[in-house]
C-alpha cells in the first residue's frame, strides 16, 4: 500500500471549515484513500472514502485531486468535538489485500472556540 | 457495520506476567487485526487473524510474544507475554473485509500499563 504524507498538527477555529491535506504521490490504480479519526482514548472512527471522485457523506467531503496524487478532507463546519487525530490511509481493494490498514502518523486538529 | 467488544478495557500487571486480551464482534466476519498504539503514537499492525489458520504476524513482531488464538468468526485473543514496561500500550481489535469496498471497525482498546 502507498505511503502517505499529513501534516503533524493543524488549529481550525470552531464554525469553520477544516481542511485536511495528505499527499499519496505513489498512489496506484487500485487504491482507495480512506480517512479515519481517533479521538483521545478511543478506537479510530471511519470518516469517508473514495477512489478519484469527490466524496461526500453526512460527517465530511473528500476532495481528491485529478492525478490522485492528493486529497483534501473538508469538514464543513468544525465544532471542538471534532478535536482529534485524522488519518489519511491508502489501501488496494484487490483480492490479495486482507483489509489491513497501514496507519501514518496522522495530523492532529485542534479545534478552538 | 460491526460492533467490537474488547476485554479487559484496561489493567495494570507486573512485569513477567501475560495478560490475555479478548476481541468479540457481534458478526462474522473474516479478518480481524491487532494494533498497538504506544503512548503518543499511531497504531502499527501486530497481526492479522484469520479463522482457522495460524496469524501472520507483521515485522518486528514475534508469536512467542504475542499469541493470537481465532478460534471462530466471531472471537479472538492476544496475549502479551512475558511482559516488560516497553509493552504499556493500547491494544486494538478491529475487523474488515479483504477486497472490499467497506470500512474497517475498531474496538475501543485495552489499555495495558505494566510496572
Known sequence: DAKTTQPPSMDCAEGRAANLPCNHSTISGNEYVYWYRQIHSQGPQYIIHGLKNNETNEMASLIITEDRKSSTLILPHATLRDTAVYYCIVRDHGSSNTGKLIFGQGTTLQVKP | ?115
Open chain 2, 1 to 115: 457495520s460491526a460492533v467490537i467488544s474488547q476485554k479487559p478495557s484496561r489493567d495494570i500487571c507486573q512485569r513477567g506476567t501475560s495478560l490475555t486480551i479478548q476481541c468479540q464482534v457481534d458478526s462474522q466476519v473474516t479478518m480481524m487485526f491487532w494494533y498497538r498504539q504506544q503512548p503518543g503514537q499511531s497504531l502499527t499492525l501486530i497481526a492479522t487473524a484469520n479463522q482457522g489458520s495460524e496469524a501472520t504476524y507483521e515485522s518486528g513482531f514475534v508469536i512467542d510474544k504475542f499469541p493470537i488464538s481465532r478460534p471462530n468468526l466471531t472471537f479472538s485473543t492476544l496475549t502479551v507475554s512475558n511482559m516488560s514496561p516497553e509493552d504499556s500500550s493500547i491494544y486494538l481489535c478491529s475487523v474488515g473485509r479483504p477486497g472490499e469496498n467497506t470500512e474497517a471497525f475498531f474496538g475501543q482498546g485495552t489499555r495495558l500499563t505494566v510496572v
